[in-house]
Structure formats: C-alpha cells, structure tokens
C-alpha cells in the first residue's frame, strides 16, 4: 500500500521517515541524543557493545546492515512517547461495529440509544477507488478497527516493515466499505474514539 510506511512515521515519529537514510554516525548521535547521553543504553538498545556504538558515533566504522536495522528500530522505538501509542490505541473501538450480512459485506456501526457518534479516531487521508471513481477522500476508521489491529500497526511501524498495518488497514477497509481500494496513503491522525460520556 503505496504511501502507508511513510504515514505512520510521520504520524506517530513526528518526523520524516527520509531520517532513517541518515549516515549511521548521525542516527547513533540521535539515539544517544534521545536516551539521554548513556551510551551504555544506547548501545543496548541497539544490541551493540558500547565500544562498536562509539566506533559508528565517530565514523570509524559503520554497521553492518541488520546493526544498520536495529539503530533505526531503536530510533524509531524512542521516538515514540507512551502517551502517544496509548492514544493511538484509544483511536479504535470496534464494538459497535456489526459486519454485513448482505451481499456488500460492508459493516454497520450500530450504537445505543444516546450514544452519539464519536469525536476523534483513526482517520486516514488517501487516494481511494471505489469502482471507477478514483479520488482524494479522508475517512475515519476508529468505529471500524479493533485494539489488535492497532497493535499490529503500532509493531509494524516499530518493526519498520509496513505489511501487518497494510493487512490491518484493509481489512478496516473491507468492513468500512468492501468495495473500496487504497491506491495511496498520503496520511494518518489519530486521536482516542469519545463517545463524550
């Protein structure tokens, strides 16, 4: 899903994922940055001895390409505080949702007598095709999606590898509206589901 991996960075790093093309010096400067100055915890974090941490700091050497890996596992990781996974955990709630019986297959969200719709969610700004209409269209999915399918983006975003969220995504999709095809992901905001009671 074209757009989905650089989203998620953006969204939940607050930064451009081009910072993982960074040279390893500079990534282990912004490692050791973000876990306070310890290189002992840096090192850690990447699974590296201090004194191979220090030689890829100074540019002595540079890591091989699974260290490369885990220094921006470990940025990414970092750069991501409690309060924001525990808000992107709050921005789905799928237990109004009832799956279609029908020929669509499209869910219905059905809530209980004064219960409103909510504010915030999981909402997703992309190019979508629903038959031959192909448009720019931003669609909220927290009513549509469960806790499981946000820990799958929450670990496909830290792991770096964008097919669990794509998986989750589609099948938050299919249930949304089964016809519809993500062409592009051009972004992601969320913010925890408030039914306001």
């Given at each position: 899903m074209e757009g989905l991996k650089?989203?998620?960075?953006?969204?939940?790093?607050?930064?451009?994922?081009?910072?993982?093309?960074?040279?390893?010096?500079?990534?282990?400067?912004?490692?050791?940055?973000?876990?306070?100055?310890s290189l002992k915890d840096a090192a850690a974090k990447v699974g590296a001895s201090p004194r191979t941490f220090k030689r890829w700091l100074s540019g002595e050497s540079s890591p091989k390409a699974s260290n490369s890996e885990a220094l921006n596992r470990a940025n990414r990781d970092v750069l991501v505080p409690q309060g924001r996974r525990d808000r992107l955990m709050q921005s789905a709630d799928d237990r109004y949702l009832e799956l279609g019986e029908d020929d669509s297959g499209a869910g219905t969200i059905r809530r209980p007598e004064?219960?409103?719709?909510?504010?915030?969610?999981?909402?997703?700004?992309?190019?979508?095709?629903?038959?031959?209409?192909?448009?720019?269209?931003?669609?909220?999915?927290?009513?549509?999606?469960?806790?499981?399918?946000?820990?799958d983006l929450m670990a496909s975003y830290l792991s770096g590898d964008p097919s669990a969220a794509e998986i989750a995504l589609t099948q938050a999709f299919e249930a949304y509206l089964p016809s519809a095809e993500v062409v592009v992901v051009h972004g992601v905001h969320f913010a925890p589901l408030d039914y306001g009671g």
């Open positions: 650089g989203a998620l960075f953006r969204s939940l790093a607050k930064r451009s994922p081009k910072s993982e093309e960074r040279d390893a010096s500079v990534r282990a400067g912004q490692l050791l940055k973000r876990v306070g100055g004064g219960v409103g719709a909510p504010s915030g969610g999981f909402v997703v700004d992309a190019t979508i095709r629903v038959s031959k209409d192909i448009r720019r269209r931003v669609v909220n999915l927290g009513e549509y999606m469960s806790s499981d399918q946000m820990a």
